[in-house]
C-alpha cells in the first residue's frame, strides 16, 4: 500500500514477524482473557512495526452447550481443535464444558491432532465447516460437516447435517446406531428363518407354496422393522441425560 508491505494476521504472524507488542501488550492479554479473537495489523517494510490491534467477539450458537451435554450424556469425549489464540479458546470450552482444548492450531495440524487422537486409541469424529476443516474431516474415522458451510467440508466429511444446530451432532450418532440394531436385527431374523425354512424344504416338509410364502413373509418382516426407524425423531432439546456406550 503506497509502497508499504502491510500484513494483518493472529499472534504466530507477530511472532514469525520478530516484532514486540509493545504498548498494546496488556490490551491483548485483556482480551484473550474475555475469549476475544485477535488479529495485528503489522508494516514489514520499510519500517517493520505493529500497527494495530483489532479484536473480534462472536456468541456462541444456539443449542450449543446442550449438544456437548448431550455427548457427555454418551460417555463420548470432545476436544476444541481451533486456530483461535490460547485464551479464547479457554472460555469458549469453559462456557460449554469441552474436555480438553488445542488452540492456534494451523489447517494441517488439525488433521495431525485428528491422526494423533486416533492412535491412543480413540474412535474419532470431526465436527466443521470451514475450508480449514477439510482435511481433519478426511482424517477423522467420520466427518460430520455443518449445514450451511463451505462446499469442500461437506464433500470431505462423511456426513452433512441440513440446519447449522449442534443438536443434530449428537442426533446424527443416534439415528446411526438405531440404523446399525436394525440391520443387526433383520440379519438375525432373516437368518432364522432360513436356518428353520431350508432344512424343512430340504426334507420335503415344506411345500413350494408354504416356502414362497414364508419368504415373502420375511421380506415383509424386515421391511416393516426398518420402517419403523421412520417414528425416530431428533431430540434437539436433550440435556444429556442417557447413558449409552459409545
Do not use: C
Amino acid at each position: 500500500l503506497e509502497g508499504r508491505e502491510l500484513a494483518l494476521g493472529n499472534r504466530r504472524l507477530l511472532d514469525e514477524s520478530g516484532l514486540d507488542a509493545g504498548a498494546l501488550a496488556d490490551a491483548a492479554r485483556h482480551w484473550e482473557d474475555e475469549g476475544r479473537t485477535l488479529s495485528w495489523l503489522l508494516e514489514r517494510a520499510p519500517v517493520p512495526r505493529v500497527l494495530a490491534l483489532f479484536a473480534f467477539g462472536d456468541s456462541l450458537k444456539e443449542g450449543a452447550s446442550a449438544a456437548i451435554a448431550a455427548l457427555h450424556g454418551r460417555r463420548i469425549q470432545s476436544h476444541l481443535i481451533t486456530g483461535d489464540n490460547r485464551g479464547s479458546a479457554r472460555v469458549v470450552a469453559e462456557a460449554l464444558g469441552i474436555d480438553d482444548v488445542h488452540a492456534e492450531v494451523l489447517p494441517a495440524d488439525k488433521a495431525a491432532t485428528v491422526a494423533a487422537l486416533k492412535r491412543d486409541g480413540a474412535t474419532v469424529a470431526m465436527v466443521g465447516d470451514g475450508i480449514n476443516d477439510a482435511p481433519a474431516l478426511a482424517a477423522a474415522d467420520v466427518g460430520i460437516a455443518m449445514g450451511g458451510g463451505t462446499d469442500v467440508a461437506m464433500h470431505a466429511a462423511g456426513i452433512t447435517l441440513m440446519r447449522g444446530d449442534p443438536r443434530l451432532v449428537p442426533a446424527a450418532l443416534d439415528i446411526s446406531r438405531r440404523t446399525y440394531r436394525k440391520i443387526q436385527q433383520n440379519l438375525f431374523w432373516a437368518f432364522v428363518y432360513n436356518l428353520i425354512g431350508i432344512p424343512l424344504a430340504a426334507l420335503g416338509f415344506l411345500s413350494p407354496v408354504v416356502a414362497g410364502a414364508a419368504m415373502a413373509m420375511s421380506s415383509v418382516s424386515v421391511i416393516s422393522n426398518a420402517l419403523l426407524l421412520k417414528r425416530w425423531q431428533p431430540d434437539t432439546h436433550t440435556t444429556g441425560d442417557r447413558r449409552e456406550q459409545p
